[in-house]
């Protein structure tokens, strides 16, 4: 048992409240609670926070690398942990290794990888996200299209034969390639059924809903548009409250005012979250990568195809998080909210995720007052230091 630590002099956001003469207290991987600082125990480290804000830690449900690393490439617990360590130094606290879509072989390491990472409790990592292969070649976006193919039944087992082994297990996939029964049975099992790289019809969309699927992945992107007849997915995303979305905040990917329209049109209780699809240049200087053989060219904050397919994202949560703040005038609470208790909760792991309260998990991010990134905590333990 390692000795309780309270953080003290800081500004709390617990996710729902701010707290000005509170300390953070926290044992055993746990927040303990928040208690004035004659009430900490005799026996606790204390860590002088000098003014600075306490908020709780990012969770990403979207990563495809970091670090210098794609999970498509370095299928092992030393990927997934470099990954995990590279968006840690960004204020992310939990996330899904992302595997874009490729053959049944490196899907299978993926897995194996992904099972050893949880064994050896890597920090920040929460389990993966398998977007495709089974999608939508229409909308494939950066996918490659010879390895995209329907759901057969052995890939069925080998999914359900993992289903519940993580804290958190999504999948993306497009009704084109898979049936309704197969997204029954994988959210019986235990996955989160994403639906994405589909041009999926507004009632398909409903009948998937019906059948399992819970979220939609990066929104706007890669899926049937709105229109006067046909509201496609981003309408039915809208319109359906048991639908939660992931959305990418680069200034690239999807227009500020689209995103401030979406916000407001968006029937609960499911919500926008944000997700960063980053890829792994983030945190290096790389000015470029691979993927599935082609090459993808990093410039002036953009990842493309030679052609200009956009090729996942370039930015990180915690600019993710400024970005809906400065540029689209969200609260800096929501904007957290939007990286922290939202995800939290399309993962179901809201019971112990995304916010600071007495028995969740001790992951935080310590920022300055200018939101400016100081520390990253997981698990009760300092993860990185500017």
């Known amino acids: 048992m390692t000795m309780a630590t309270a953080l003290t002099n800081a500004r709390i956001f617990d996710g729902h409240d701010w707290h000005q003469d509170k300390c953070l207290l926290i044992d055993d991987g746990k927040v303990a609670g928040l208690l004035i600082k004659n009430d900490i125990p005799a026996d606790t480290r204390l860590v002088d926070a000098a003014g600075l804000i306490i908020v709780p830690g990012f969770i990403d449900l979207q990563v495809n690398g970091g670090g210098g690393v794609m999970l498509n490439d370095e299928r092992s617990v030393d990927g997934i942990r470099q990954i995990c360590a590279a968006h840690a130094k960004f204020g992310t606290t939990a996330l899904l290794p992302t595997l874009i879509t490729d053959t049944p072989e490196i899907t299978a ?12 409790k890597v920090p920040g990592f929460l389990g993966l996200h398998l977007e495709g292969p089974h999608l939508s070649v229409v909308r494939k976006g950066t996918h490659h299209p010879e390895l995209i193919r329907p759901m057969e039944d052995t890939d069925l087992q080998r999914l359900l ?12 996939i497009a009704p084109e390639n898979t049936t309704q029964e197969q997204v029954r049975a994988l959210a019986d099992s235990g996955f989160i059924v994403s639906l994405g790289h589909t041009n999926a019809t507004y009632d398909i969309v409903k009948d998937y809903v019906a059948a399992g699927a819970q979220t939609v992945t990066h929104l706007f992107n890669a899926m049937s548009q709105i229109e006067n007849r046909a509201p496609g997915l981003v309408g039915a995303t809208l319109d359906l409250g048991e639908l939660s979305t992931g959305i990418i905040a680069d200034g690239f990917h999807v227009h500020p005012a689209v ?27 790389l000015t470029g990568l691979t993927l599935n053989g082609r090459q993808i060219f990093r410039k002036d904050g953009r990842l493309t195809l030679a052609d200009g397919t956009l090729a996942g994202a370039d930015i990180d949560m915690l600019s993710s998080v400024l970005y809906v703040h400065r540029k689209l005038g969200l609260e800096f609470e929501e904007a957290v909210r939007m990286a922290s208790l939202y995800p939290a909760k399309a993962a179901h792991v809201a019971d112990r995720k995304g916010r600071l309260m007495s028995g969740y998990d001790a992951d935080f991010v310590v920022l300055s007052k200018d939101h400016q990134l100081r520390h990253t905590w997981i698990g009760g333990e300092q993860v990185y230091t500017a």
């Open 109 to 120: 390491s993926a897995i194996e990888a992904g099972l050893k990472a949880k064994a050896e």
């Open 161 to 172: 034969a993992i289903g519940g082994s993580f804290d958190a297990l999504m999948i993306t």
């Open 259 to 285: 995103i401030d329209l979406a916000l407001r049109a968006k029937r609960g209780p499911g919500r926008i979250f944000l997700v960063t699809d980053a890829m792994s240049s983030i945190g290096t200087d």
